[in-house]
Structure formats: structure tokens, C-alpha cells
């Protein structure tokens, strides 16, 4: 279910380098297949079921038949460094209506590095924040000035090659101006601690051209 916290129980996990297929028993409701497939392959997958079914992709599902927008962005994120933060996605949108309920779930072909990525949700009127682990939003919001935010991070304990990565996001009002930002270069900040009085680790001072 789109408004669920967490996801759903898991039926089945197939691994196969060719063919594989599995008898399930399912119960009414919505069911969620998520082929994992590494770059450069190709999947086919069939369906067969003594009771209709329909099979769509979730976010023309949802909107066909929930009566719920959803907005989608993909993209790719680099090879990334064994316990480097590397920030991979950004996403504004603005509210229309108070409240707006969203649930937004992000996922990756590469499997093994979802267990290293978090998501955070901000404010952009005043940079409060939310982190949601695995992925996945659900939150009711209201209208601001300067929108809201969607980042995903990570840093990885070990070498994750290049991959690609998609956002669902589905609202029960519309939403304006869902972008995908384009991210600019990073910068580390490193050095050596001096132990002082304050307890202070380091200190920048940081500014911005922009508000955003």
C-alpha cells in the first residue's frame, strides 16, 4: 500500500543467472515485483494466474487505479569509494495544498548498496530534516515558501561500482515543480584534531549564492 511506513513482507526472492520460476499462493490486494537486473542485461519476466490480474507498473497503477498522483526521476550515480559520503540525488518540489500526504520510495539496481543509502527530506523555508533509512518517505506536509527537498546519501564501507537509481513519489494532491537538481561537484573537508576546552572539532564558515 502507497501510505504503508515500511514495506511489505517479503513472498519470494529468486536468484537465477539464467530461468527460474516459482508457484505462489497470493492473497487479494496489491503485490509489488521488483526485477534487480545488473547493467548492461536484459530480463523478460511472464505471469500466469488462475484468477485475473492486473499487471502494471506501480506508479501507472497507482494513478489509474488509486486515484493518487505519482511523479518518477532515474538517473545514474558514479563508482563510489569505499567510506567516502557521496550525495547521489537531489529533488525539489513545492505543495499546493495543506496537507499533502506523500510516500516516496527509492531504489537501485544494485542491491547489495541499499543497506548503505539514507534519505532525507528538508524543509527549505527552515533546513529541518528528516532521515528515513531504506529508503522509503511517508509524511503529511504543508505548503511553504521554498519548498521541500529529497537527498540520498551514502557512505559505503566498501567499493560500490557505478549504477542507476529511480524515486517514485505519489501524493494525494498535486505537487508543482518536482525536479531533479543537478548535483555539483562535492568537497571534502579534512584535517587534525586539537583538543580545546569547547569540544569543538572543526569549523568552516559556508556560503551559498543561492537560496537553495
Not at 19 to 24: D, F, K, P, T
Amino acid at each position: 500500500e502507497w501510505e504503508a511506513s515500511a514495506p511489505g513482507e517479503m513472498v519470494s526472492h529468486l536468484i537465477t543467472s539464467t530461468c527460474c520460476s516459482e508457484m505462489l499462493h497470493l492473497p487479494r490486494g496489491h503485490h509489488v515485483l521488483r526485477p534487480l537486473v545488473d547493467r548492461n542485461f536484459f530480463y523478460s519476466v511472464a505471469f500466469r494466474s488462475t484468477t485475473p490480474i492486473l499487471v502494471q507498473p506501480a506508479a501507472q497503477l497507482l494513478s489509474e487505479h488509486e486515484k493518487v498522483l505519482t511523479y518518477e526521476a532515474s538517473g545514474d550515480y558514479p563508482e563510489h569509494q569505499a567510506g567516502k559520503l557521496g550525495l547521489w540525488v537531489r529533488i525539489t518540489f513545492n505543495i499546493q495544498e495543506d496537507p499533502t500526504r506523500i510516500s516516496s520510495v527509492f531504489g537501485m539496481s544494485d542491491s547489495s548498496a541499499t543497506s548503505y543509502t539514507r534519505l532525507i527530506l528538508v524543509d527549505n523555508d527552515n533546513g529541518t530534516h528528516t532521515a528515513y533509512a531504506l529508503g522509503k518517505v511517508n509524511a503529511d506536509l504543508n505548503k511553504n515558501t521554498q519548498g521541500y527537498t529529497i537527498l540520498v546519501y551514502a557512505r559505503p564501507p566498501k567499493l560500490l561500482p557505478a549504477s542507476n537509481w529511480n524515486v517514485v513519489l505519489t501524493a494525494d494532491k498535486p505537487l508543482d515543480g518536482f525536479t531533479t537538481v543537478p548535483l555539483n561537484p562535492s568537497k571534502v573537508f579534512e584535517g587534525m584534531y586539537k583538543p580545546n576546552k569547547c569540544g569543538i572539532l572543526c569549523r568552516y564558515t559556508l556560503s551559498g549564492p543561492e537560496a537553495q
